[in-house]
T-cell receptor
Framework: AQSVTQLGSHVSVSEGALVLLRCNYSSSVPPYLFWYVQYPNQGLQLLLK??????LVKGINGFEAEFKKSETSFHLTKPSAHMSDAAEYFCAVNGGDMRFGAGTRLTVKP | NAGVTQTPKFQVLKTGQSMTLQCAQDMNHNSMYWYRQDPGMGLRLIYY???????DKGEVPNGYNVSRLNKREFSLRLESAAPSQTSVYFCASSESRVQSPLHFGNGTRLTVT
C-alpha cells in the first residue's frame, strides 16, 4: 500500500524566513502526491498536486514542492513565510484512495 | 458555491447512542469519502464510495456504516457510539478516485461520553 511520512510534527519559523516541510513517500508505482493545508476549525484545502507532468510543482499562496524520485521525497517550500501561513499541512498520496501523513503544524513568529 | 456541506457541526452522544452524519456535494463528483481526524494521526479513511451505488471499506471501518443515497449525498452512521469514536469527521468528494484532489467539508466534531 502507498503511504507518506511527514518529518517533524511541528515547525517554527520567523516571518520572512524559508519554510521547509518534509514529506517522504512509499510507492511501488509512480505516485500521485498532494499537499493540503488546514486552518483552524476548517476542512483541508488543496495547496498543490504532483501528477508526473513536471517535477517542480507550484501551488497557491507562493508554495511549491519538488518531486525527487531518487530520494522518494516531495518536500514543500516557500521562500518567505507570512503570518497567514500558520496552519497544519498534510502530505498525501493517492493510489486508489487518498492516504495522509500525520501532519506538520507550522508556527510563524513575528 | 457551497461545495461539500456537512451536518451537524457539533454533536455530543452518550455511549451506545446512534446517529447519522450527513454530507452533500454540489460539484457533480463521482467519488465521496468519510475520514476521521485524530491528533497526531492525520486523517484516516473510514469508508468511500467510488461511484453512485458502490461503497467500500477504508482503513478504519469498524463501528461505522455508510449509505450513498444518490450522487450528491453520502451519509455515515454510528449504530452504537463508543468513546473511541470521539473525533472530528470529514466528508470529501472528488471527480475520480486516483488523480483528482479531494474537496472537504468543514467537519463534524463528535464527542462520545
Amino acid at each position: 500500500a502507498q503511504s507518506v511520512t511527514q518529518l517533524g510534527s511541528h515547525v517554527s519559523v520567523s516571518e520572512g524566513a524559508l519554510v521547509l516541510l518534509r514529506c517522504n513517500y512509499s510507492s511501488s508505482v509512480p505516485p500521485y502526491l498532494f499537499w493540503y493545508v488546514q486552518y483552524p476549525n476548517q476542512g483541508l484545502q488543496l495547496l498543490l498536486k504532483y501528477t508526473s507532468a513536471a517535477t517542480l510543482v507550484k501551488g497557491i499562496n507562493g508554495f511549491e514542492a519538488e518531486f525527487k524520485k531518487s530520494e522518494t521525497s516531495f518536500h514543500l517550500t516557500k521562500p518567505s513565510a507570512h503570518m497567514s501561513d500558520a496552519a497544519e499541512y498534510f502530505c498525501a498520496v493517492n493510489g486508489g484512495d487518498m492516504r495522509f501523513g500525520a501532519g506538520t503544524r507550522l508556527t510563524v513568529k513575528p | 458555491n457551497a461545495g461539500v456541506t456537512q451536518t451537524p457541526k457539533f454533536q455530543v452522544l452518550k455511549t451506545g447512542q446512534s446517529m447519522t452524519l450527513q454530507c452533500a456535494q454540489d460539484m457533480n463528483h463521482n467519488s465521496m469519502y468519510w475520514y476521521r481526524q485524530d491528533p497526531g494521526m492525520g486523517l484516516r479513511l473510514i469508508y468511500y464510495s467510488a461511484s453512485e451505488g458502490t461503497t467500500d471499506k477504508g482503513e478504519v471501518p469498524n463501528g461505522y456504516n455508510v449509505s450513498r443515497l444518490n450522487k450528491r449525498e453520502f451519509s455515515l452512521r454510528l449504530e452504537s457510539a463508543a468513546p473511541s469514536q470521539t473525533s472530528v469527521y470529514f466528508c470529501a468528494s472528488s471527480e475520480s478516485r486516483v488523480q483528482s484532489p479531494l474537496h472537504f467539508g468543514n467537519g463534524t466534531r463528535l464527542t462520545v461520553t
